[in-house]
């Protein structure tokens, strides 16, 4: 079910559990015009909005990117004066943020509510949408194929829902689409009942579908993927996990957060990853395993330096071509970073809206260059030592929830000819706008997230790349084999009979040169 438990619990959770970040935005020279002095609490913070996302987005920073904002908000000032609800005014906002194309920025208009729909929708581009989970008692409606809901076609549905979600690219809103669609006050906001759907199926049937007053942890389900449990791709609830398969020579490691004790001082519990992967890599060594395959199929990112740590047991640090980003000074990102006011450039203070080249001034990316882990340290501890770089083949697994950190890992192995990618392409950009700031506009207490950086992959040739396709096209979500397991599988035993076979021959040749001189001897 992936990001289901993080939308079923409400969308406001990722603000809380930063809570102690978000301010509330103000500006005095905006807030001192006339056209904010005498409009209502929407035209305020819809003045407010456009210019945190000007002074802020890396988007905004070119004249005319902000020339064209400001013309759609003297537009947007107008409707806004015929407004008297402050669920159409998030709508409005949300749709001025969609057009970025930035899955980071968004608009969090979705007020928590213990209502649900208890049957999900597979969206898969141009395929047909079928049903693919639900509750126990809808379970005669699973793999039907939907022809309509509440009288509308899905491509009407979808159409109106990308503009209202916040998404990289297609991969990512028809994510997106696929669990919002579960929520009562979506359908709200897409302007339709919030208690009930009127789905009719491609075999003429139809049924209604109730909102339910329950949360998912307390229903009996059933999908699509019955087996997916017994898979050895299967989702688990941690942050990360390894298994070691000795018969396939094969370490599985399932890494499906950005996130550890580093990254979350906080909690204790949680393990760090730079001890995790050195106990790892020990364990690989050991066993002689020769293939390695990093699972990120259902990682949506997080902390990049745990990629970092990553990399460095894959390739010597030092020789690995990084991203590069650019972060834009503004008020709101100086409240979040103090740090950035001692910094100057050319031996000049930094200038607000301005973007600068990030790894000049980001103390956040730095990492400790000892070996010796320190259960203290608060950076993570790169593997150092080019002996215990790891010599076999890494196999990637990459999904449809693939996203923002761990995008750019896989990014940073593909441009640095580290592995092989196998799985879906990505719903992350590989370079994307992202490392969020948090505020709440005052007269509507409408809360937002706006990008400060750009994130650059290392080949710039391929910047304006949409997705990261992988090497070997491989469904992740086959309801009836686990199709990437057996492909890797079939292709280490493969490799395994073509270097058995290579070693077979050469030493062959190396007899016959010893025993049977040549002619010229």
């Not at 939308?7 to 406001?12: H, K, M, Q, S």
């Not at 329950?214 to 993927?225: A, F, G, M, S, T």
């Not at 690995?320 to 503004?330: K, L, T």
Request: glycine share 6%.
């Amino acid at each position: 079910m992936k990001r289901l438990l993080l939308l079923a619990t409400a969308l406001l959770g990722w603000g809380v559990a930063y809570g102690h970040n978000i301010v509330t935005y103000h500006d005095t020279e905006v807030e001192a015009t006339e056209a904010y002095i005498n409009g209502n609490d929407f035209q305020k913070d819809l003045l407010l909005y456009a210019d945190m996302l000007g002074d802020t987005h890396p988007y905004f920073a070119k004249s005319k990117h902000r020339a064209t904002l400001d013309r759609r908000v003297s537009k947007l000032y107008r409707e806004c004066g015929k407004l008297s609800d402050v669920a159409e005014f998030r709508i409005l906002l949300t749709k001025l943020a969609t057009s970025l194309n930035d899955g980071h920025t968004a608009i969090y208009n979705l007020a928590p509510s213990n209502t649900i729909f208890p049957v999900r929708f597979t969206i898969d581009g141009n395929n047909p949408i079928v049903v693919d989970l639900c509750s126990e008692e809808l379970g005669h409606l699973l793999g039907k194929e939907v022809r309509s809901i509440n009288g509308k076609s899905p491509k009407q549905i979808l159409k109106q829902a990308r503009e209202l979600l916040s998404a990289d690219n297609d991969v990512n809103f028809e994510n997106l689409a696929t669990e919002y669609l579960m929520l009562t006050n979506f359908w709200t906001m897409l302007g339709m009942s919030s208690q009930e759907l009127h789905l009719t199926f491609a075999d003429n049937s139809s049924t209604t579908v109730n909102a339910i007053d329950r949360y998912w942890q307390e229903l009996k389900i059933v999908q699509l993927q019955q087996q997916q449990s017994n898979r050895v791709t299967a989702p688990r609830r941690v942050l990360f996990d390894y298994q070691i398969f000795d018969k396939e020579g094969v370490c599985y490691l399932q890494f499906n957060q950005f996130a550890d004790r580093v990254t979350h001082p906080q909690m204790k519990q949680l393990a760090r990853f730079d001890e995790f992967m050195s106990q790892m890599m020990a364990d690989i060594e050991a066993k002689e395993i020769n293939t390695l395959v990093v699972d990120l199929q259902y990682n949506s990112g997080g902390n990049s330096a745990l990629g970092n740590v990553l990399l460095s047991w894959l390739k010597p640090f030092g020789e690995i071509e990084q991203y590069s980003a650019d972060v834009r000074i503004s008020e709101l990102m100086l409240e979040r970073y103090p740090y950035y006011k001692e910094f100057t450039y050319d031996g000049k203070p930094l200038e607000l809206g301005r973007v600068y080249s990030a790894p000049t001034f980001d103390q956040n990316r730095k990492v400790q260059s000892n070996s010796n882990i320190s259960q203290d340290s608060t950076y993570h501890v790169l593997n150092l030592d080019p002996e215990r770089i790891f010599k076999g083949e890494v196999i990637f697994i990459q999904g449809k929830d693939t996203f923002s950190s761990a995008t750019l890992l896989l990014t940073t192995a593909r441009d640095n000819g580290i592995g092989k990618i196998v799985g879906e392409p990505s719903g992350g950009r590989p370079s994307h706008y992202g490392d969020i700031l948090f505020c709440i506009l005052p007269n509507t207490t409408t809360t937002v997230t706006v990008s400060h950086k750009h994130f650059i992959r290392p080949n710039r040739a391929k910047v304006e790349c949409e997705y990261l396709l992988p090497d070997v096209d491989i469904d992740t979500n086959n309801p009836d084999k686990d199709l990437v397991w057996e492909w890797i599988v079939a292709h280490t035993t493969k490799q395994n009979t073509e270097t058995k076979r290579v070693e077979k021959e050469d030493d062959s040749y190396l007899w016959d040169t010893i025993y049977t001189p040549s002619m010229n001897q």
